[in-house]
Antibody, heavy 120, light 107 residues
Framework: QVNLQESGPGLVKPSETLSLTCTVS????????WSWVRRSPGKGLEWIGY???????KYNPSLKGRATMSVDTSRNQMSLRLTAVTAADTAVYYC??????????????WGQGTRVTVSS | EIVLTQSPATLSLSPGESATLSCRAS??????LAWYLQKPGQAPRLLIY???TRATGTPDRFSGSGSGTDFTLTISSLEPEDFAVYYC?????????FGGGTTVEIK
């Protein structure tokens, strides 16, 4: 059974950098594509980007180049950095496996999510 | 960017009733649509992918249909655990997008 667990600070100051980590267990991070998705208060879900262990990445243009994802295969972890955060980045952030039954870009396994608040 | 519009925003029903949720895409996405269920404080859970294929563990009271721009998720007989928010998601083109959600609440 694949499990994902997000971790990171729950409070980030405006203009600073948000850094989150997702630890994968039950599967090798090298075998799949992975994504970050967030849910802002009162809003729906927003896809942030995907990463493959080779370094192949793609990001949502809505983030205007502020997002960077990376993979640490030795720790079976992936990370998200989001720079120059504002209150609009306040959300619950989820990591997810970006595959379902061999098809890409649907999300069959999710972490429980980590709440991040941007406030001074 | 493909915009997914879900309707209605809220559906008030009783256990045992059937539910019909709609998702409309701003342009054709073939059958590249998935449905998720999310309960408060929990992560989304994949129910349906490729418009009509149930994910592992999805009860057969959930069925998906549609192609092109119009899609439907039907729940044949609502169980207490089905009252939640439902999202659709397209994987036809970048960026991946989700609908705004439909809340199925107990009447």
């Amino acid at each position: 059974q694949v499990n994902l667990q997000e971790s990171g600070p729950g409070l980030v100051k405006p203009s600073e950098t948000l850094s989150l980590t997702c630890t994968v267990s039950g599967a090798s991070i090298s075998d799949f594509f992975w994504s970050w998705v967030r849910r802002s208060p009162g809003k729906g879900l927003e896809w942030i980007g995907y990463i493959y262990h080779s370094g192949n990445t793609k990001y949502n243009p809505s983030l205007k180049g502020r997002a960077t994802m990376s993979v640490d295969t030795s720790r079976n972890q992936m990370s998200l950095r989001l720079t120059a955060v504002t209150a609009a980045d306040t959300a619950v952030y989820y990591c997810a496996r970006a595959e379902c039954s061999g098809y890409l870009w649907c999300f069959d396994t999710w972490g429980q999510g980590t709440r991040v608040t941007v406030s001074s | 960017e493909i915009v997914l519009t879900q309707s209605p925003a809220t559906l008030s029903l009783s256990p045992g009733e059937s539910a019909t949720l709609s998702c409309r895409a701003s342009q054709s996405i073939s059958s590249f649509l998935a449905w998720y269920l999310q309960k408060p404080g929990q992560a989304p859970r994949l129910l349906i992918y490729d418009a009509s294929t149930r994910a592992t563990g999805t009860p057969d009271r959930f069925s998906g249909s549609g192609s092109g721009t119009d899609f439907t998720l039907t729940i044949s007989s609502l169980e207490p655990e089905d009252f939640a928010v439902y999202y659709c998601q397209q994987r036809s083109s970048w960026p991946i997008t989700f609908g705004g959600g439909t809340t199925v609440e107990i009447k």
